[in-house]
């Protein structure tokens, strides 16, 4: 199963992105799915996931600005972002978890997609 994410783009400071994740390929379930991204020189870092129990979390930086969303039949997730500033410039990445996970590392997910990129100008 391939994750495949779209909706980056360039946007103003203060504008609005809303990123998509469809699974495809075959049947498809993960206890989590998330967003991820990653900036030139810097690691790639937690931004937001979606439990199948259905609570969200968010990293701190995100927070009252970003909203994921999770279609339960389809296991589309989406992240809406809002509010955004330069410092969210990022290759955005879609994960999914297919087994519990304690924690939202990297390493928690085993299932990625390519990314796309999201670019906020001042």
Not at 1 to 9: C, D, F, R, T, Y
Not at 30 to 46: D, V
Not at 105 to 113: I, R, T
Request: with cysteine; glycine share 12%; net charge neutral.
């Amino acid at each position: 199963v391939q994750l495949q994410a779209s909706g980056g783009g360039l946007v103003q400071a203060g504008g609005s992105l809303r990123l998509t994740c469809q699974p495809s390929g075959g049947p498809f379930w993960a206890y989590a799915m998330g967003w991820f991204r990653q900036a030139p020189g810097k690691e790639r870092e937690f931004v937001a996931a979606h439990r199948s129990g259905g609570s969200a979390s968010y990293a701190d930086s995100v927070k009252g600005r970003f909203t994921i969303s999770r279609d339960s039949i389809t296991n589309t997730v989406s992240l809406q972002m809002d509010n955004l500033k330069p410092e969210d410039t990022a290759k955005h990445y879609c994960a999914a978890a297919s087994y519990y996970i304690t924690n939202h590392s990297p390493d928690s997910y085993d299932n990625w997609g390519l990314g796309t990129l999201v670019t906020v100008s001042s």
